[in-house]
């Protein structure tokens, strides 16, 4: 890993969002720009980089206890739990330390040689697995520099979402995730953005996009771009065709070449957003509001009495400043203009309805729906914390 300029892990808060496709396309732009690169697969349950290169039926080799990566290209090498998989429909069924285990001896025994770029396609989610990556290249390397808290060539995270509200809301979470483990966020990707008609160019939001952009400069990361859905994009992919090299004339080409220009731009990376952070104190606070009733979150959003307006620290966790606001009188779009002049960023709400919802995100503001009826102090901190459980939006109207 010393033998390595920059590492960069590609997350994503749930699985089919584009993480791997864009890890893939992220590496084999990085070679065709004359960088050596590693991809580093470590998505236990899904590996899919083989088939993104159409080197599915390679194993691995070893040299001197070392593992050796499978080569793409001159400039590019792979590694991939696929490759210890007898047949490609088998899937892994390891418990925990065997997984563990796993992911060390492909972060610490893999002989990449000199490499400016090590891609790493992270397992989804929040859980064991990425956890287990995180924290095993902050030891690899910490070892050499014990008085160092992050290594100096682990660049960070660009986090992979898609534009629904379910996979924002697990973005969040794996956002909160990067920060816990001190790991910079070096930007967002809102992939599956929109669909461009191929024969008359014209642009649908099948999931509605803009979601990435807002919900990034809620939580104050970087927002590194769009990649629309794309016909070609997903038949190169199931052809094992980096889209990137064989389709470089496509406007989603054109797409993938402006995001990934920004990961690889240094003054664009989490490590100058880590900087701006500790700077700019205010650029850390967000502003939250839930609708109460009887001093709890009120289930119906356009019955209750009350709102709590509370400042957070996202860095810290803690609460800044609270406060009670008497609503205007309850009619049809009102409260998202009201809330949206206090400068309130998101909302939790137990029940609200569809026209509310489109409201607040067309003010810019951030709805959590489906939250229980608990004190807005308590639903903040565990928002914060990414352990908000949300349930089912009760509101019928
Ligand atoms: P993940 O790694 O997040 O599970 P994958 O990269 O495996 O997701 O992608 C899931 C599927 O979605 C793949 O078949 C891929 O080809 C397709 N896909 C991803 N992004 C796009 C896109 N922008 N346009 C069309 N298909 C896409």
Known sequence: MTQIKHIILVLSGKGGVGKSSIAVNLAVWLSMNEKKVGLLDVDIHGPSTPNLLNLQNQKLTGKDNKIL??????????????????????????RGPMK???????????????????????????????LSVVQLLQETKNQKQPDKSQPDNLDGAVVVTTPQKLSLIDVRKCITFCRQLNLPVIGVIENMSGFVCPNCGEKTDILKSGGGKNMAAQMNVPFLGTIPIDQKFAQACDEGKPFIYHYQQEPTAKAFNQVFNQIIEPEKSGKNEQKLNSNTKETNTMRIAIPLTEGKLSLHFGHCQQFA?????????????????????????????????????????????????????????????????STPENLVKEYLAGQLKTGQNICDH
């Open 69 to 94: 990566p499978v080569e793409y290209s001159d400039s590019l090498k792979l590694i991939s739990v696929a490759f210890m998989l007898q047949n490609e429909d088998n899937a892994l069924i390891w």
């Open 100 to 130: 563990h285990n796993v992911i060390k001896q492909f972060i610490t025994d893999v002989e990449w040689g000199l490499l400016d770029f090590l891609i790493i396609d992270c397992p989804p989610g929040t859980g064991d697995e990425p």
């Open 309 to 373: 307006i509370i400042d957070a620290d996202t860095e810290s966790k803690e609460i800044k400043n609270q406060q009670l606001e008497q609503p205007p009188s309850h009619q049809p779009g009102v409260l998202p203009k009201w809330l949206s002049e206090l400068n309130v960023q998101v909302i939790i709400a137990g029940g609200m309805g569809q026209r509310a919802q489109d409201l607040f995100t067309e003010n810019n503001i951030d709805v959590i729906i489906g939250a229980p009826d």
